[in-house]
């Protein structure tokens, strides 16, 4: 497996150096570091992109999410993760639109942070495990149909994919798991969500478990021929990170 090439951001070089001590070095490279978005473009601009840029930064400036922007115009196809003292919803809001692929609260254990990085580098979007106690101590119920005494009917289809979402799994486990295309998985994902009146992924996950379904937890195995999964299926590594992140 090919190491990741990694740009850090930090305040400081003890700042930075304790970022690179915590990236496991059988799967990241630090090729690149600067005290913020707008120093590491630079030095970007004159060497090789990296594909992963960790930005460790206490208090977001206005200027930080503009340079942010700047950085995610400039390498479209760097993943961008923003670690965070605390779970700020504005600048989480504000990170994602301005092109963050990651939201992470810095209180990780080594493990869950660069577990949590890998699902990232998959192509999943992570988001700190403190926002499903906040939507669900500040969002009302989602509504399960358009008319209140009907529940919406599912197929046996759907609701796999529903226990799958529960687990963490992204399109293309699912699509492993079920032995389906993950262009099938789009469809059903898009019907269902319809069905239960759920805008993304996370709403569908939580109708799920109010409705009482479970978690996927069968271990996944690897069709014959296929490329193997990470050490665990990407839904355990997000449970994984969020447990040690509590």
């Given amino acids: 497996m090919s190491l990741i090439d990694v740009a850090l951001v ?19 490279a630090v090729v690149a570091e600067g005290r913020d978005f707008e120093s590491v473009l630079a030095l970007v601009e004159r060497r ?10 206490s208090r977001l400036r206005e200027k930080d999410f503009e340079d942010l922007h700047r950085v995610h115009t400039a390498m479209p196809d760097c993943r961008i993760v923003v670690l965070s003292s605390d779970l700020n919803l504005a600048d989480l809001s504000r990170v994602f639109r301005a092109g963050a692929d990651g939201y992470l609260v810095s209180e990780l254990s080594r493990e869950a942070f660069s577990l949590s990085l890998l699902v990232i ?13 906040v939507l669900a101590s500040n969002c009302q119920d989602f509504p399960v149909s358009r008319a209140s005494n009907d529940q919406p009917d599912l197929t046996d289809r759907e609701r796999q994919i529903l226990r799958c979402l529960l687990s963490g799994y992204s399109n293309k486990v699912i699509a492993r798991v079920l032995e389906i295309t993950e262009g099938t998985v789009k469809v059903h994902l898009k019907t269902l969500m319809k069905k239960i009146s759920a805008v993304n992924r996370t709403q569908a996950a939580l109708w799920a478990r109010g409705q009482g379904m479970r978690e996927d937890l069968e271990p996944i195995e690897p069709r014959a021929g296929s490329p193997p999964l990470l050490s665990s299926p990407l839904g355990m590594i997000v449970k994984q990170a969020q447990v040690t992140a509590r």
Avoid: C, I, N, Y
């Fill in 10 to 28: 930090g305040g400081s070089a003890l700042h930075r150096d304790g970022l690179r001590h915590s990236l496991d070095p059988d799967h990241f």
């Fill in 48 to 57: 090789a992109s990296p594909t992963l840029l960790v930005a460790d930064v």
């Fill in 121 to 133: 580098m998959s192509g999943e979007k992570v988001l700190p495990s403190g926002l499903a106690d």
